[in-house]
């Protein structure tokens, strides 16, 4: 059913021309799996001290912020959540359709848009989409509509998924072109990164060594009594369970969480301490730990669940997705304006995954620079390969499982509100790789869940150090 406020426009044009009474009566809701991507146009609101703008563009086309400032003589900037979602309570809407006769407000419109021969168009309640023809289209952009090309078609967006052999390349390229930054012979000498913690690099000797046991690892992380301290928390916790006190970092290695995972915990958390957590974030950004928290617990838990063996080992699937967003961290370390940019982009791109806007302003991705330091810094290569095709479904290479796990977590997690960016329909190739049905990897999320408690416990207790 069309929502209230959009009928009566309806009934309105029905009214005003005839020759629409058809076409009118012919509208009809569809689920947003049935409108053709391809034919979806999207609005977005925005506004500066003169007034606000709705502009109107292709849903698969990424809106040029700063093109359309200079096109306007404006500085735009998104409107807030809360105040876009009053203003669609005023016409009754759960989310504003592209309609800027129905808003009275002052549109743009992106010349793409007029070039389709139908569009789909959000009926209002969240849910579904009208298809409108382009002549029935025009009577809805209202008396006060300018046409200016605003967007990029995502298709023109080459965001390199397929070739790590030219990551190096394209970093020194943007550092060389986005900074004063000297290109240096080694890649962490290049971006200026701080040394990694003492801790970090220990463990890493560690895990280089073939005779290494509880003893060195719990040793190891004695030394640092912060580590020590959220080992034996994490041990502690109600989220394992563990029968008895935990009394020590040996004690929690052995009795609850073992080796492996002692000793990625222990990296992840080291590196992330590396660099600062950016404090202005994006509207709706799950906070970083948070998001690690989840990730990697979730990855862990899917590894479990793989039909095939041997399956991916628990504890590089958990500090993959410790790491996962990793390069975020980098890239406001090493582009701090531009990275402040990526967010405004980002502000007003939400239906976009953030690579396809790091690529257009910046020419790389937060993986392939954070794939390149973990390579550096001789991390697993099943992580280096995780981190790096996490966001490509298609990697069918050596360690793939790792990378599909990661791109399983993230989706699940986005449709639950636990990660940042819109969630994507996994391929059924991707879960026939895994040999992991759809059902089994929700049912391992819901169980998760009622964990919600302790993630949060746990991200707190990172986050604070």
Not at 131 to 146: D, Y
Not at 351 to 357: F, G
Not at 404 to 421: C, E, K, N, P, W
């Amino acid at each position: 059913m069309v929502a209230t406020p959009l009928q009566q426009l309806l009934d309105g044009w029905r009214q005003e021309d005839a020759a629409l009474q058809a076409e009118i009566d012919g509208l009809a809701p569809v689920p947003a799996l049935e409108a053709d991507p391809l034919n979806r146009v999207r609005t977005t609101v925005l506004e500066d001290e003169l007034g606000r703008v709705q502009v109107v563009s292709p849903d698969r086309s990424l809106l040029d912020l700063d093109s359309l400032c200079g096109r306007l003589g404006r500085e735009l900037r998104p409107l807030p959540g809360e105040a876009l979602q009053t203003l669609a309570r005023r016409f009754r809407l759960d989310e504003l359709p592209a309609l800027p006769e129905l808003t009275g407000m002052t549109a743009v419109i992106d010349p793409a848009v007029t070039r389709l021969d139908h569009v789909y168009v959000q009926a209002g309640d969240g849910e579904h989409y009208l298809r409108f023809s382009q002549k029935l289209f025009q009577r809805a952009l209202g008396k006060h509509t300018e046409s200016l090309p605003c967007s990029v078609p995502v298709t023109r967006i080459q965001v390199n998924h397929d070739d790590p052999s030219r990551d190096l390349q394209q970093i020194n390229t943007a550092i060389s072109q986005f900074t004063s930054l000297r290109i240096c012979q080694r890649l962490e000498d290049t971006l200026e990164m701080p040394p990694l913690p003492d801790t970090a690099q220990r463990i890493i000797n560690l895990r280089c060594d073939p005779n290494a046991g509880v003893p060195e690892l719990a040793d190891l992380v004695e030394t640092d009594p912060s580590l020590a301290a959220q080992v034996v928390s994490w041990a502690s916790s109600s989220f394992y369970a563990a029968p008895g006190k935990i009394n020590s970092v040996q004690d929690a290695i052995v009795r609850v969480l073992g080796f492996d995972l002692v000793m990625n915990l222990a990296m992840g958390l080291a590196l992330g301490k590396t660099l600062k957590v950016p404090e202005d974030t994006p509207e709706g950004f799950v906070p970083y730990w948070e998001q690690a928290v989840w990730t990697a617990t979730l990855a862990g838990a899917l590894s479990a669940k793989v039909g095939r063996k041997p399956r991916p080992q628990y504890g590089l699937a958990y500090l993959a997705g410790l790491l996962h967003n990793f390069g975020y961290l980098v890239l406001a370390h090493v582009f701090p304006p531009h990275f402040r940019l990526i967010q405004r982009y980002q502000r007003v791109n939400p239906h976009l995954d953030v690579e396809l806007v790091e690529h257009f302003l910046i020419g790389i991705t937060r993986e392939q620079i954070a794939s390149q330091l973990m390579d550096v810094w001789n991390m697993p290569e099943e992580v280096i390969v995780a981190l790096r095709h996490q966001k490509n479904p298609g990697y069918a290479g050596e360690h793939a499982d790792y990378s599909r796990l990661l791109y399983v977590a993230t989706q699940l997690l986005r449709a639950h509100g636990l990660a940042s960016g819109p969630a994507r329909s996994v391929p059924e190739g991707l879960w026939q790789a895994l040999e992991l049905s759809p059902v089994t990897a929700e049912e391992t999320l819901i169980q998760l869940l009622e964990l919600s408690d302790e993630m949060a416990g746990l991200a707190d207790m990172l986050e604070q150090g």
